[in-house]
């Protein structure tokens, strides 16, 4: 059973960065894709980037391309997410997750093994 722990999370103004860190026990994290995905209240769970499973491939939502960056440290079984520029729209919960398919899915239900999340709030 993969444990995922989110962290890094907190406030920022806008314009300014955070990175935020999925710290993953068991397993290591070669065996999985991973993402990262957010929620705010009352809306669907949103695909934000993603990392392959080999290659270490990468995949951004158009409204983070150039802005995020997602990386994954294989040796400290730790995947992260540099966010810059923020806006105040990307306030939100954020939650790393983890499946063991070769592809590189951007739906929530492909996804086995998911963080409890970390909030991020973005101050205009």
């Known amino acids: 059973q993969e444990q995922l722990v989110e962290s890094g999370g907190g406030l920022v103004q806008a314009g300014g960065s955070l990175k935020l860190a999925c710290a993953a026990s068991g397993r290591t994290i070669n065996y999985y894709a991973m993402a990262w995905f957010r929620q705010t209240r009352g809306k669907e769970r949103e695909f934000v980037a993603a990392v392959s499973r080999i290659g270490g491939m990468t995949y951004y939502a158009d409204s983070v391309k150039d802005r995020f960056a997602i990386s994954r440290d294989n040796a400290k079984n730790t995947l992260y997410l540099q966010m810059s520029s923020l806006k105040p729209e990307d306030t939100a919960v954020y939650y790393c997750?983890?499946?063991?398919?070769?592809?590189?899915?951007?739906?929530?239900?492909?996804?086995?093994?998911w963080g409890q999340g970390t909030q991020v709030t973005v101050s205009s």
């Open positions: 997750a983890a499946t063991e398919t070769y592809n590189v899915p951007r739906t929530v239900g492909t996804y086995d093994y």
